[in-house]
T-cell receptor, first 112, second 111 residues
Framework: RKEVEQDPGPFNVPEGATVAFNCTYS??????FFWYRQDCRKEPKLLMS???SGNEDGRFTAQLNRASQYISLLIRDSKLSDSATYLC?????????????FGQGTRLTINP | GAVVSQHPSRVICKSGTSVKIECRSL??????MFWYRQFPKQSLMLMAT?????????EQGVEKDKFLINHASLTLSTLTVTSAHPEDSSFYIC???????FGPGTRLTVL
């Protein structure tokens, strides 16, 4: 089983639609959770951290369910510029060292 | 502006040659740098953790003698892919300290 699993998509949605991504992680000792965005042939960039209470940043809402080991990202009123691959990332301690574990990513295309 | 730079951004080389990739922290001292590799349509995989002034820590399955890491200063870490082969063709990305900032990546193509 992969440490971080995401639906790879692709998701194709019209501009203005609401889209949701899900992610599950296997290590119950994971401490921090993030969503990154990666554009084609570019480096990943931090979109937002994910907190247990849920958090919102503009059109983006992230939620964490520690009991189910489940993370979600909701994008409202999607824009063409939201087209990218969204990476679910978990920070865990492994053999005494912290490291980031990346999901495969979910490819999103917003259509005009 | 960018806080992490990588050089070169792209390299094409013949099989058997060695390629050096530089990762620089521009705005702050980086005691720890991380090297990742990403194959097409796959996730980033951590290769090794580079610590300034000490040996790098490699992830399971990553050959330390093939992927040489040198972190000689607080602003520079280098990754050398020795005797590169076509299967080493990938996108190599570094990040620094708390890993929220990634370099722009180096796309390596081995012919």
């Amino acid at each position: 089983r992969k440490e971080v699993e995401q639906d790879p998509g692709p998701f194709n949605v019209p501009e203005g639609a609401t889209v949701a991504f899900n992610c599950t992680y296997s290590n119950s000792a994971s401490q921090s959770f993030f969503w990154y965005r990666q554009d084609c042939r570019k480096e990943p960039k931090l979109l937002m951290s994910v907190y247990s209470s849920g958090n919102e940043d503009g059109r983006f809402t992230a939620q964490l369910n520690r009991a189910s080991q489940y993370i979600s990202l909701l994008i409202r009123d999607s824009k063409l510029s939201d087209s990218a691959t969204y990476l679910c990332v978990v920070n865990a301690v492994f053999q005494g060292a912290q490291k980031l574990v990346f999901g495969q990513g979910t490819r999103l295309t917003i259509n005009p | 502006g960018a806080v992490v730079s990588q050089h070169p951004s792209r390299v094409i080389c013949k099989s058997g040659t060695s390629v050096k990739i530089e990762c620089r922290s521009l705005d702050f001292q980086a005691t720890t740098m991380f090297w990742y590799r990403q194959f097409p349509k796959q996730s980033l995989m951590l290769m090794a953790t580079s610590n300034e002034g000490s040996k790098a820590t490699y992830e399971q399955g990553v050959e330390k003698d093939k992927f040489l890491i040198n972190h000689a200063s607080l602003t520079l870490s280098t990754l050398t892919v020795t005797s590169a082969h076509p299967e080493d063709s990938s996108f190599y990305i570094c990040s620094v300290n708390d890993e929220q900032f990634f370099g722009p990546g180096t796309r390596l193509t081995v012919l």
